[in-house]
């Protein structure tokens, strides 16, 4: 949650974010407040307000955070979805924007996706922008008509918004629109130019698509997205820029900065369209103890938290239920063992474990023995039994 005032001066008025997406109340202090609608802007707000930018050094973070959109639910477009990001800030070098897109597309193949399209544009800098929503108002005006509403709204608001247009009408029109890369100043050319030159030598494949601005205003030159073509409208599974002029309007020094935010659920879709499965950990119990009686129930509370402490997963009943009931469950949630605590075990101070998988069979284990039994006997990360070392003593049979 941030203050309103935050989004408004940095995603910028015009935005479809700003003006129809945002999550705003007011709180008890009567203050306008907003669930974050994306990550970049509360990064830099907080960075500023600790003093973590120190100006002729790089800062490099990242974050995974929850992000909320008032939009209209579709498949891939959630009110609450995920991001993960990254952010470098403190230098303007086009190197640093090639490592920054050069670590998303990394992201992406270490899961196994490799056919994501690298989508880049340059939108420009303060001093050539301005020429170019001249020459943009200059086209869009005779053809305003023609327009959808919300255009015709951007036109008079936002003019460089157009281009978001997802309506088929606008985007036909403003396929022929002037671009931004034709109106780029020297300086804004030269860092275009360059940064495709290393994508090149990093073997980074990417289209120019000049109509590229993505959807907040604080982007300076580049301008990114990936796109998956398993994917259907909502079909951006990353996006990000440089942010020249941000920093500053957080309230901090004059410092450039380059990240981007990765849409995790849209990443899932597309790992489940490819039928790459995410290593999921092992949630099974490594041991159900299943106590019988009521003193037996009362002790294995101890024995129980042992257990976890020493880092075992450990499920147990709280019903009072019979051993074949409690075996039923300990099977269904698929423990590897089962500890039968009864009077004679207590007395004894030991418990019976049954073998859930393999033999089944049942053997008697002191209860100081138990964790090292049982971490000698763990499944492996990938679900597999550890064998038991050969030198292990057999434990005696019940
Ligand atoms: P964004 O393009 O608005 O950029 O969002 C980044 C990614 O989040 C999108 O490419 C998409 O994968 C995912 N995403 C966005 N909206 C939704 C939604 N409603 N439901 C599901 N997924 C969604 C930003 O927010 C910038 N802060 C990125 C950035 C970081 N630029 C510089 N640094």
């Known amino acids: 949650m941030e203050s309103t005032e935050l989004f408004l001066r940095t995603i910028g008025a015009g935005t479809d974010i700003v003006s129809k997406e945002m999550f705003t109340f007011t709180d008890r202090g009567n203050r306008s407040m907003t669930l974050r609608p994306e990550g970049t802007a509360p990064v830099i707000r907080a960075a500023v307000e600790h003093g973590l930018i120190a100006p002729g050094s790089v800062l490099k973070v990242y974050y995974i955070a929850t992000i909320y959109r008032y939009e209209h639910g579709q498949k891939g477009r959630y009110r609450e979805h995920q991001q993960t990001g990254v952010e470098a800030l403190g230098s303007g070098d086009p190197a640093i924007d090639a490592e920054v897109i050069h670590l998303a597309i990394e992201f992406y193949r270490l899961l196994g996706i490799d056919n994501a399209e690298l989508q880049l544009n340059s939108v420009g800098c303060p001093e050539c922008r301005p020429a170019f929503l001249n020459a943009l108002v200059r086209y869009a005006e005779p053809r305003l008509d023609a327009m959808s509403a919300d ?27 002037p671009t931004v890369l034709d109106h780029l100043c020297p300086a804004c050319r030269d860092h275009s130019d360059r940064l495709q030159e290393y994508l090149r030598a990093l073997a980074i494949a990417y289209t120019l698509k000049p109509t590229l601005v993505r959807g907040l205003d604080y982007y300076t030159r580049t301008a990114f997205e990936i796109v998956s073509p398993l994917l259907g409208s909502q079909n951006a599974i990353g996006g990000g820029g440089r942010y020249d002029g941000l920093v500053e309007q957080c309230g901090g020094p004059p410092t450039p900065g380059i990240g981007f935010g990765i849409g995790t659920e849209r990443v899932l879709m597309v790992l489940e369209q490819l039928g790459i499965p995410l290593p999921i950990e092992d949630e099974r119990p490594d041991v159900f103890v299943a106590p019988l009686g009521e003193a037996a129930r009362r002790a294995v509370v101890d024995l129980v938290a042992s257990l976890r402490r020493k880092g075992m997963a450990v499920e147990t009943d709280y019903l009072g239920r019979s051993l074949k009931a409690q075996l039923r469950t300990a099977s269904k949630l698929g423990a590897r063992w089962v500890a039968m605590v009864g009077e004679d075990e207590l007395a004894r101070n030991v418990v019976t474990l049954k073998d859930m998988e393999g033999s089944g069979q049942q053997v008697e284990i002191p209860v100081a023995e138990l964790d090292g039994f049982l971490f000698r006997h763990r499944r492996t990360a990938n679900g597999e039994q550890i064998p038991t070392p050969e030198s292990e003593p057999a434990p005696e049979s019940a």
Do not use: G, T, V, Y
């Not at 255009?151 to 309506?167: A, G």
């Open 151 to 177: 255009n015709q709204r951007r036109f008079r608001e936002n003019p460089l918004r157009m281009l978001d247009s997802k309506d088929p009408r606008d985007q036909a029109i403003l396929q022929e629109a």
